[in-house]
């Protein structure tokens, strides 16, 4: 079930399509023309401040796709959370921010009882790079973890909280490298 507090995909969205054009120190009117004159769609900036605002409920995929675009961000990345634990509302459903962009990947899939026919959705040669992908994370992620925990204690050689980031992101991956070991009958 999904939590009260969890937001809706297209509130995520507006948030962080917003933060997203205010880190490019762009005006709405700049995000505007951008799209005009980039990809040949005129939008209002009336428009875009209902989108970024929230009033503007229904946001069309063509609209995500395009204002992801233009202001040069991957759509996964305005439509779920950044934040690993941060809860997007599904429906009624609750996911994880790392969960839900894994699904949108092709990478999991938030139901269990579907994953066979997941899989045989996503296309082969997405699964086939997964698949290899997971494989080089591994040794990545070996190999971070590795040095993580050899530089670690030199604070001064890190930027505060950069360790407990790091070691955030190899849990998420080592996370999803055990569910896709598993999901292919293999010992994680």
Same mark, same amino acid.
């Given at each position: 079930?999904? +939590?009260?507090?969890?937001?809706?995909?297209?509130? #995520?969205?507006?948030?962080?399509?917003?933060?997203?054009?205010?880190?490019?120190?762009?005006?709405?009117?700049?995000? #505007?023309?951008?799209?005009?004159?980039?990809?040949?769609?005129?939008?209002?900036?009336?428009?875009?401040?209902?989108?970024?605002?929230?009033?503007?409920?229904?946001?069309?995929?063509?609209? #995500?796709?395009?204002?992801?675009?233009?202001?040069?961000?991957?759509?996964?990345?305005?439509?779920?959370?950044?934040?690993? !634990?941060?809860?997007?509302?599904? *429906?009624?459903?609750?996911?994880?921010?790392?969960?839900?962009?894994?699904? +949108?990947?092709?990478?999991?899939?938030?139901?269990?009882?579907? !994953?066979?026919?997941? +899989?045989? $959705?996503?296309?082969?040669?997405?699964?086939?790079?997964?698949?290899?992908?997971?494989?080089?994370?591994?040794? #990545? +992620?070996?190999?971070?973890?590795?040095?993580?925990?050899?530089?670690?204690?030199?604070?001064?050689?890190?930027?505060? *909280?950069?360790?407990?980031?790091? $070691?955030? !992101?190899?849990?998420?991956?080592?996370?999803?490298?055990?569910?896709?070991?598993?999901?292919?009958?293999?010992?994680?």
């Amino acid at each position: 079930m999904a +939590t009260k507090h969890a937001p809706r995909p297209s509130q #995520v969205f507006s948030k962080q399509l917003r933060e997203s054009r205010e880190r490019r120190r762009w005006t709405q009117g700049e995000l #505007v023309a951008r799209m005009r004159e980039d990809l040949g769609q005129p939008m209002d900036r009336a428009t875009l401040a209902k989108i970024e605002n929230g009033t503007k409920k229904n946001i069309g995929l063509d609209e #995500v796709l395009m204002l992801a675009f233009a202001v040069g961000v991957s759509p996964i990345h305005l439509i779920f959370p950044r934040e690993m !634990e941060a809860e997007v509302a599904i *429906g009624n459903r609750t996911l994880s921010g790392e969960i839900a962009r894994a699904w +949108t990947r092709g990478i999991t899939v938030p139901q269990p009882e579907d !994953e066979r026919f997941f +899989t045989q $959705e996503v296309a082969e040669e997405d699964y086939i790079a997964h698949r290899e992908g997971f494989w080089r994370l591994s040794v #990545v +992620t070996n190999a971070l973890s590795h040095h993580v925990a050899r530089l670690g204690g030199n604070s001064d050689r890190w930027v505060p *909280g950069m360790v407990e980031r790091i $070691e955030e !992101e190899l849990g998420s991956v080592k996370r999803q490298l055990k569910r896709r070991q598993e999901a292919d009958g293999l010992d994680p």
